[in-house]
């Protein structure tokens, strides 16, 4: 085996230095009878030649943004990462290290992590980040979880414009404990509207997305104001990380918590994972944030350097008074986001925003000129839900017959909608195909 | 026969310095290529009322291509990696990454796939995790395996949840989670996150638990036992089977974390040792790479009994008039419900994927056996130099204490930090938190003797230095870019983020 480097001379004289005869005599701690006494039944070993054909094989029975134009957002967005984001992710200093406790030979990844929590704040407008988080959704239960401690309250309002996956995450993470959901409904405009009564006492936080599953953009001032007004905290969560270089701040808005997805900045598809969840707080909440998070010190001859802090906070020293169970976190994906917003920086990434905007607007100028009706009036940034003639099944599959995956189907989310597609544009979709897919969604054949 | 101890100078070489990228930014310089907006595009952008829209990105860079390759790979060069040598830390199961498994999970089939794309369009993605699943139930023993956990902590958070439900489910509403007092910090910790209170669990004098210890805490409501085996020490948990039977008589389910399954692959299987749900972890046990921190993926494996909770959605096979299809199935009605967004890490999923089949059966075998091979040589060779807390044969990894360090006024975070001048990453230490001053070796069996033994001559080294001059090991690390960093003073005045200068 070649990641194996024992010769059985090796295995001879080792054995010998320990006092065992056999390789065998090692496992004697293990008692006989619960030893396997058969091999695994598992396809016998394959060579390197082998496994790529074979990977080559089962990666071609895929659609991709490659194989087909691409409408489909919906929380995961196919946006172009520039060369240069693999070239440092591919150096094993990198991904092959691990998460670094010994901040002297760590240097790299802690002021990697540094950069990506001064950018998450400055695009969040809040005070602190953390260093990633397992996926958007579980940020967003993360924080759930953060507010009801900081809150010491047990109810949580959410917006039932929240991704349904996300929403379900929260549910499934609050289950067991002794918390009460309740649900803030959609308006006519597709945005969600805060009612004062909708927020009591004994609230611990307000959870809306921006802009929301629906595509739509929230108020979130008046969010802020009915949260607080009970002493409540916002939690915002965003699944297109990129509209935060283009839409007012969060944090300036009033929120408390912004947490979500970012996938966008340079991270794959990848089938839904690995992605990149994140969570941002105020000062004042530091203690309450879950997950690692970087801060500057200097060595022992007074220069800066990084290290990871606050862990009090963190399982291994605070066990089950820890404010999460997360160790291993996003890391690499983290490195991706930051090489990627360095790259774009501070002016490329709201080019990049206004040019997804402006694909979206064409977009939905080639819908409307086919008769397709947007069914929200609220304003949208990349995403925006159309309806259309008979069902979001068969109006993707007639996108899909030629060549493009059009967008998501809203009927399994929202029964009311009727027929609808949520449809996503980037700087990816192509221009030269939007009246294709306008015919399509309208009800003709390509 | 050993080879001369090239090691001595191992950290020594080139060192870049490099700021924070923003203090490179320069006004006008740009690390992107983008289409200019056309006039109708330029007049879309009205579409957002501008009292929607933000302010300047203030603290995001201005750089080149070439600014922002020369900084990361600056920065990269100031981390130690797998690649660059051993990497012994306990429980972290550092071994060799292969790369074909990077090339893999690259393919854009793999890559570029989106999560909501019918499922009619990802045949060969779906159809991987379904065989993912089934080798790791083998592997494993356990009758059913979701991939979705995101790693290992989420993973012990699922099988608390479906601990939970399948005591409600029966109507019990039991409390109580026992965990060995050698346990990693996580296990408390997802007991807690979902609700239950932690009663810590006392390890024999042998380092192992003793089914009287777990008898006289377990009760009604206790709703599991939680344990590692191997456990953290490097043991075997050989009273397992008698444990796990008086869990069980007194309706409670055992939870066997699986991050030292590496010991035990394809020799035992925690299946056949009265474990009714576990996680494992693909970056430890399956090579997929630890990425600084992350991605890793926790696929939980549970037996029969426990299916019906399994996290939705679950990967099934359908038979059809056009043959087998793959397809998500939702309809598990007493499921805890989703815990990520989508299906998990699926990416580590392919890269694990490819190791199972670049091994097969024997390969994992073989895997075990050599890290059991190495663990236990350096137990043997190293016990002269260090104290050992627990005595007994160990499997993947072995355990020390600083009581043989005590005279000298040295520390075992001194010890770590002397070994990086001499270029290796340090074992785990301080944990586990019932060994004093711990230091945690796990070698993995992509070590060879000689490396080991250069890694034995190292500590011979620097327990000689400890006598001789224990300053040396106080002030260390000497040859890094950075002398030793004050923890201390980060968590007093958190710097958390860049400022730019207020001038
Ligand atoms: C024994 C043990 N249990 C659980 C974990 C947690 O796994 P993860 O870091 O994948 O969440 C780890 C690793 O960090 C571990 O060593």
Not at chain 1, 357 to 372: C, D, N
Not at chain 2, 200 to 213: F, M, T, W, Y
Not at chain 2, 315 to 329: H, I, N, S, T, Y
Request: glycine share 8%.
């Amino acid at each position: 085996m070649r990641y194996i480097p024992h010769t059985e001379a090796d295995v001879r004289t080792m054995l010998d230095r320990i006092g065992a005869d056999s390789v065998e005599d090692l496992f004697q701690s293990i008692p006989e009878k619960l030893q396997l006494r058969r091999p695994l039944d598992i396809t016998a070993a394959a060579t390197e030649q082998e496994v790529l054909a074979e990977l080559r094989a089962l990666a071609e029975e895929n659609a991709s943004s490659h194989t087909h134009g691409w409408f489909l957002g919906g929380g995961a967005y196919a946006h172009f990462a520039p060369s240069a984001v693999d070239a440092i992710v591919s150096r094993s200093e990198f991904y092959t290290s691990y998460t670094p406790y010994q901040p002297e030979i760590s240097q790299g990844t802690l002021q990697t992590i540094f950069e990506w929590q001064t950018m998450i704040s400055s695009l969040t407008g809040l005070d602190v980040s953390n260093a990633s988080l397992y996926d958007g959704a579980s940020a967003a239960a993360e924080a759930v979880l953060m507010a009801l401690r900081v809150t010491r309250r047990k109810r949580v309002v959410v917006a039932e414009t929240l991704h349904p996956h996300y929403r379900e995450v929260v549910r499934t993470y609050l289950d067991g404990l002794d918390t009460e959901i309740a649900t803030l409904p959609r308006s006519a405009s597709g945005q969600t509207e805060v009612l004062a009564e909708a927020v009591d006492d004994t609230t611990a936080c307000v959870v809306v997305q921006q802009p929301n599953f629906f595509g739509c953009i929230e108020d979130l001032e008046s969010a802020a104001a009915a949260a607080h007004a009970r002493g409540a905290l916002l939690i915002v969560v965003v699944t297109e990380a990129l509209s935060l270089a283009l839409l007012r701040s969060p944090g300036e808005a009033g929120a408390d918590i912004v947490c979500g997805e970012a996938q966008s900045f340079g991270v794959p598809l990848g089938f839904g994972g690995p992605h990149l969840g994140f969570l941002a707080a105020r000062d004042k909440h530091v203690r309450q944030i879950p997950g690692r998070i970087a801060g500057q010190t200097v060595d022992s001859a007074g220069r800066r350097g990084f290290v990871l802090t606050l862990s009090t906070r963190e399982q291994h020293i605070r066990r089950e008074r820890a404010t999460s169970n997360i160790c291993t976190n996003q890391g690499l994906c983290l490195l991706m986001a930051t090489v990627y917003l360095s790259l774009l920086g501070r002016v490329g990434l709201r080019r990049l925003a206004e040019l997804n905007l402006a694909r979206a607007e064409t977009l939905k100028s080639a819908l409307r000129a086919q008769g397709l009706a947007l069914p929200f009036s609220a304003p949208t940034f990349n995403e925006f839900t159309v309806r259309v003639p008979d069902s979001g099944e068969a109006a993707l599959e007639r996108a899909l017959g030629a060549g493009m995956v059009g967008g998501l189907d809203l009927r399994p989310f929202d029964a009311e909608l009727g027929p609808a597609v949520l449809v996503c544009a980037t700087e990816q979709s192509p221009t030269d195909r939007f009246e294709t897919l306008a015919t399509c969604l309208a009800g003709g054949a390509a | 026969m050993t080879a001369p101890n090239d090691n001595a100078n191992a950290t020594r070489g080139i060192s870049y310095e490099e700021p924070l990228s923003f203090e490179r930014s320069r006004p006008g310089r740009v690390g992107y290529s983008l289409p200019e907006l056309n006039a109708e595009e330029r007049a879309a952008l009205a579409a957002i009322p501008s009292d929607l829209l933000r302010e300047e990105l203030a603290d995001l860079p201005e750089l080149s291509e070439v600014d922002v390759i020369r900084h990361f790979t600056r920065l990269s060069t100031w981390n130690t990696s797998v690649d660059h040598g051993l990497y012994p830390l306990g429980s972290c199961t550092m071994k060799y990454n292969p790369k074909i498994n990077e090339v893999v999970a690259r393919l854009p089939g793999f890559a570029a796939a989106h999560p909501m794309q019918p499922a009619g369009l990802a045949q060969g993605l779906l159809r991987l995790c379904y065989m993912l699943e089934r080798q790791l139930a083998e592997i494993s023993g356990m009758d059913r395996v979701t991939l979705q956990p995101a790693a290992g902590a989420q993973g012990e958070l699922a099988g608390i949840m479906m601990i939970r439900a399948y005591h409600e489910q029966r109507g019990e509403g039991r409390t109580k989670v026992l965990i060995p007092d050698s346990a990693h910090g996580t296990n408390p910790a997802s007991a807690a996150l979902n609700g239950y209170s932690v009663v810590p669990i006392p390890s024999g004098d042998d380092g192992i638990l003793h089914p009287e210890a777990v008898e006289a805490a377990m009760a009604d409501d206790v709703a599991a036992l939680m344990l590692t085996n191997p456990n953290t020490l490097g043991f075997f948990e050989s009273h397992m089977v008698r444990i796990a039977e008086i869990v069980h008589s007194k309706g409670g389910l055992v939870y066997g974390d699986g991050a030292n399954l590496n010991a035990i692959l394809g020799v035992a299987r925690p299946g056949d040792l009265g474990i009714d749900v576990m996680h494992f972890n693909l970056h430890k046990t399956f090579s997929t790479p630890h990425g600084g921190g992350g991605p890793g993926a926790g696929p939980v494996g549970v037996v029969n009994q426990l299916a019906p909770y399994l996290p939705v959605p679950v990967v099934a096979k359908v038979a059809g008039p056009e043959g087998e299809r793959f397809a998500l199935d939702y309809e598990f009605p007493h499921s805890i419900g989703r815990l990520h967004a989508n299906f998990g890490n699926v990416g580590m999923m392919v890269r694990a994927f490819a190791y199972i089949r670049s091994l097969g059966p024997d390969g994992l075998r073989r895997c075990a056996e050599m890290a059991v091979l190495n663990a236990n040589y350096l137990q043997a060779r190293l016990r002269d130099i260090f104290s050992v807390p627990y005595e007994g044969a160990v499997m993947h990894e072995c355990v020390f204490s600083d009581k043989s360090l005590e005279a000298t006024g040295v520390t075992t975070l001194d010890v770590a930090k002397r070994l990086i001048d001499y270029g290796y990453h340090p074992p785990t230490i301080y944990f586990p938190l019932i060994v004093h001053g711990a230091l945690m070796i796990e070698p993995t069996e992509s070590e060879s003797l000689e490396g080991l033994d250069r890694f034995v001559e190292t500590l011979l080294t620097i327990s000689r230095e400890a006598q001789e001059d224990p300053e040396l090991l106080r002030g260390a690390p000497h040859n890094t870019r950075l002398r030793r960093l004050d923890e201390t003073q980060a968590a007093r005045r958190p710097i958390l983020r860049w400022q730019a200068p207020s001038d």
